[in-house]
């Protein structure tokens, strides 16, 4: 296709995608077709109105049929207000007045703020740049108050590393070797005159590259945003700034918050380069396990964390959804994308959520409740539960697939292991059943919103520089133009009720081992994952605890006991 005939095809996939998606015929469109299409387009008729509905599941009469393209096609048609939206060039950055709210109605938030505690920690400089660079920022953070090492020395070491390795993980966008170096100078400065601003004060982090920072791209992982530059700095990035963290590097994403490949290749687990890192927080999972950074932020809508966290054999906690401001960060979903920390402990996960949760003034989902991690809780007072029907339960034979019976019994020898250690820790495990609660009906609102949050790409035609290798983003958003608006408003609807017959359920415990990541992405819930074992093939393994609503405390203080016993999350990739 010349240019002239993609700026021409452009614009008519601008003009008419609203009026084909009104009549159900939008998204089948081919961009080629699209002029000649045009030609005939100044009539809605009744047969086109039938193929919209059909593809909606609805079914018309004739006469109220014929009344409907009769409204199309006068002035009762929606068609021009499409238009003048699209005129508006709304972007990714603008959120919807409609604001998702987790909290029943009947829920009672905590308003009590207590100090944050954090363990004891007694550290010695390591006698190897290796030993330092795989240091929990809880040690780092000690090393760096008591002068042992400087914030400078640590950054020079981190970019080393990220260049040394990145050939091979391939977890890097942009390194910000100039602003790390600069912001490093000055926690030194301000440590030197005792001005130490807490643990995070000259830790190098790394950015999953859908968090904003001026003068660098932003680059979503997506072949057509390779160049974009943001002209703000995200919250999260402010709010790290402030606590004197160090920048070190963007770091990669699976294009568009999917999966681990970006246009850069795709990002590979340090434990096992012949695996991908999963996404699509790739890049932070692959850098915090591969001792690159002494931390990283992700993001997850459904799973983004999680999973790379669970494959790279760190911690991740998602916090609840409404606690970090998403200022400054790619939209996928409105009212499902969470903000929170990678780390390599749990209690290092306190500590970087301690510092950016809260509201800024600029993301209205915000919900102001306190956080208080005490790491000398006492865990014994938490009310467990774990999911019987994974958890010390039997497994069935298969004759027919033996290797996956193996495979189940030897994850089920690893889980075990880790319930019994709880229980020896004297925490009191219960058996639960997760209600029946069919979230299937409703998972289109994920790609709905998505749809919406970069529909540029797809009136712009740029979506085709996506090939399928590296994402199927563009067919999803096309596809969901289809979604109706009645359809969405209701399945918002069946959210309230599953998150209050959720919370209903809930209410007896602080949290349970287990996950249901299709279940609490859509309620809001908090998760952590950490590191619990590795499989016979060398592979970490992973042990969720899923909170109540606001629970991060809860959660993260079972995961620091956890590890205050264990020694999983000490091991190390040999790269």
């Known amino acids: 296709m010349s240019k002239q005939e993609n700026k021409n095809a452009n614009m008519n996939r601008r003009r008419f995608v609203g009026y084909f998606s ?7 469109l081919m961009p080629g077709t699209m002029t000649a299409v045009a030609q005939d387009a100044e009539t809605i008729t009744a047969d086109m109105i039938e193929g919209a ?13 014929a009344q409907i393209a009769e409204d199309f096609n006068g002035r009762r048609s929606f068609i021009p207000r499409y238009e003048q939206l699209r005129e508006r060039n709304l972007g990714n950055s603008v959120m919807p007045s409609l604001v998702f709210n987790p909290v029943p109605a009947s829920m009672k938030l905590p308003t009590a703020r207590h100090a944050f505690v954090r363990s004891e920690v007694d550290v010695t400089m390591p006698t190897s740049d290796e030993d330092l660079a ?53 926690a030194d400065e301000e440590i030197a005159a005792g001005m130490y601003r807490g643990p995070p004060h000259g830790i190098p982090w790394g950015a999953k590259d859908l968090l904003a920072v001026k003068g660098y791209p932003t680059t979503w992982g997506a072949s057509p945003y390779k160049e974009q530059i943001i002209d703000v700095n995200a919250a999260v990035f402010e709010r790290l700034t402030e606590a004197g963290a160090v920048l070190a590097a963007k770091l990669s994403m699976g294009a568009l918050a999917q999966g681990a490949r970006w246009f850069g290749g795709m990002t590979r687990n340090p434990w096992n380069t012949e695996q991908s890192s999963s996404g699509s927080s790739a890049g932070p999972g692959s850098a915090t396990a591969a001792g690159l950074v002494g931390f990283s932020i992700g993001t997850e809508t459904q799973g983004s964390i999680m999973s790379p966290a669970s494959r790279n054999g760190v911690a991740g906690l998602r916090p609840n959804y409404g606690r970090v401001s998403r200022y400054g960060a790619m939209a996928l979903s409105w009212s499902m994308d969470k903000i929170g920390p990678m780390c390599r402990s749990a209690q290092d996960c306190a500590i970087v959520f301690d510092a950016i949760y809260g509201p800024d003034g600029r993301d209205n989902s915000i919900i102001d409740v306190p956080f208080n991690f005490d ?9 467990v539960g774990y999911l019987a029907n994974r958890y010390f339960n039997e497994i069935e034979d298969d004759p027919e697939n033996p290797e996956r019976v193996a495979r189940q019994r030897e994850n089920k020898q690893r889980d075990d292991a880790a319930l019994n250690q709880l229980m020896s820790m004297g925490v009191d495990l219960q058996p639960v059943e997760l209600p029946e609660l069919s979230t299937q009906a409703i998972g289109f609102i994920l790609s709905t919103e998505s749809a919406a949050a970069v529909d540029d790409l797809t009136l712009s035609i740029r979506d085709n520089m996506m090939v399928p290798e590296q994402s199927s983003w563009p067919d999803t958003f096309r596809r969901h133009r289809f979604v109706p608006a009645v359809e969405y408003i209701q399945a918002n609807r069946e959210r309230t009720r599953i998150i209050e017959e959720f919370n209903e359920w809930f209410a007896d415990y602080d949290l349970f081992v287990g996950s249901s990541l299709g279940l609490t992405n859509l309620t809001g ?37 956890f590890q205050s016993v264990t020694d999983h999350h000490l091991k190390h990739p040999k790269l």
Do not use: W
């Open 53 to 65: 509905a059909r593809l909606a599941g609805l079914t018309f009469t004739t006469d109220e049929l």
């Open 375 to 383: 790491a000398n809780a006492d865990v014994r007072k938490l009310k």
């Open 22 to 28: 009104a009549i159900g015929l939008g998204s089948t």
């Open 134 to 186: 795989f240091l929990p920022v809880t040690d780092l953070a000690k090393l760096i108050e008591t002068r042992q090492i400087s914030s400078t020395d640590l950054t020079r070491l981190y970019l080393a590393r990220l260049k040394q390795h990145d050939p091979t993980l391939l977890c890097v966008v942009n390194l910000t070797e100039e602003l790390a170096l600069g912001q490093a100078r000055r």
């Open 525 to 561: 819930h908090p998760e952590i994952s950490i590191p619990h074992g590795f499989n016979s093939e060398g592979n970490s393994t992973s042990l969720r605890f899923t909170g109540k609503l606001f629970g991060e405390a809860e959660i993260l203080m079972l995961a620091q006991a």
